[in-house]
């Protein structure tokens, strides 16, 4: 058993807890993912790829903190912090796919690296192998609280499904009006359930808190989740692809609709707008995140017009007539067009008006927080808590 998470002095150390009881969640997977079958090199040593790539373990660390800080014990809620990590890297698979996205955790996404059949199958046995831990639960908690959990799994899963078609359609449909609020629905429903609300709810069913404890954490972790996945939004766009381990602006590549996009949609003039629903409606390029182009091409286009025999709008054009062209006339987002869009965002303060909604839910976050005081008992696991809200808000990976 790995040691207690981490702490420093009296404050806690959030990169070190969540990388103990992410570790302490891997070891539980591996055990209960079968190795020594003739089916391992085709299915559970890539079942085992995502969980063993370098991770925050977010969601592990939740859901034994919210166990902990309630008095409850971390050996009796492993097996169900393991199955929500499980899950997690199931649906980072799938949903790779779903993007067409081109890396996860620095490194290939795995249908990039086996093919999309291949990858398919392993979350499909991801899913699969979540359901024997939580049936093993009856012995290790009894029943009562096990039927619990398997009910708030089962709506985990409905919520991320219906959450990622919400998401699916807007990028089918991108003339459709999406609001500030549908974007919140959406993220509650896609991230918040799986990443914060789950967790923190499982690991308080297995502490034996009380509906109102559990009522009251479920609404904390709701906001959190709303902020996290706002402030990951903003990362897409202006963090760094090694630190931040995804492919930088592929939320522009998917033709996502994040608060960014949102906000800057509202804010540019009419010709701009028609310009953007243009291009978050061209597909990306098949298994590529930049413009087909030759680098030739690109250099000498942006010659041209550094030299003023170009103007951008005549650029842009001509980068588009070269990548039909080189695209067997499919008409996908050239590295123009995301340009395009990403100046937009920049230009309207989009990333600021973003990271401000994203402090304004940590703060609520953090307030629900205070109102569990008399019940919350004061420990390194409360504290994590508490410290979660600001890593949120200031991470940069």
């Not at 620095?106 to 291949?118: M, N």
């Not at 392993?122 to 939580?134: F, I, N, S």
Request: net charge negative.
């Amino acid at each position: 058993m790995t040691a207690a998470p981490a702490i420093t002095a009296s404050r806690v150390d959030v990169r070190g807890y969540l990388r103990d009881c992410r570790t302490l969640a891997v070891e539980e997977i591996q055990r209960f993912v079968p190795r020594d079958t003739a089916l391992g090199p085709v299915l559970y040593d890539l079942v085992l790829d995502y969980p063993l790539r370098d991770a925050k373990g977010l969601r592990p660390a939740l859901c034994l903190a919210a166990c902990r800080a309630l008095g409850g014990a971390e050996s009796a809620a492993l097996p169900t912090a393991a199955v929500i990590e499980l899950y997690h890297n199931a649906f980072l698979v799938h949903d790779d796919i779903e993007d067409g996205s081109e890396r996860r955790r620095d490194s290939p996404t795995l249908h990039r690296e086996h093919g999309v059949a291949i990858a398919i199958n392993v979350g499909d046995a991801m899913l699969a192998l979540a359901l024997e831990p939580l049936l093993d639960n009856t012995r290790l908690i009894g029943l009562g609280k096990s039927l619990r959990i398997l009910q708030v799994v089962a709506q985990m899963a409905r919520e991320t499904a219906e959450g990622q078609a919400m998401e699916l359609d807007w990028v089918r449909h991108p003339t459709r009006d999406v609001t500030d609020d549908d974007y919140r629905q959406m993220v509650v429903k896609k991230t918040g359930w799986y990443s914060f609300i789950a967790p923190v709810t499982l690991g308080a069913i297995i502490a034996g808190a009380t509906s109102e404890q559990i009522a009251t954490l479920h609404r904390f972790a709701e906001e959190l989740g709303i902020a996290f996945q706002i402030r990951d939004d903003v990362l897409n766009l202006e963090g760094d692809e090694v630190r931040y381990g995804k492919e930088s602006c592929g939320d522009l590549w998917e033709g996502k609709r994040t608060l960014m996009l949102l906000h800057m949609m509202r804010s540019v003039s009419p010709e701009d707008r028609r310009e953007v629903t243009r291009i978050l409606a061209a597909p990306r390029p098949e298994g590529a995140s930049s413009s087909t182009l030759d680098v030739v091409d690109v250099s000498l286009l942006a010659k041209l017009e550094a030299e003023g025999h170009l103007t951008e709008q005549g650029r842009r054009r001509l980068e588009r007539h070269l990548h039909e062209r080189d695209a067997s006339h499919v008409v996908t987002k050239t590295a123009a067009d995301v340009e395009f869009l990403f100046q937009r965002i920049q230009a309207n303060g989009s990333l600021a008006h973003a990271n401000r909604v994203a402090r304004e839910h940590a703060q609520r976050a953090r307030s629900i927080l205070d109102s569990a005081d008399a019940w919350l008992a004061r420990s390194v696991h409360r504290d994590l808590l508490y410290a979660l809200v600001d890593f949120t808000i200031g991470r940069e990976t």
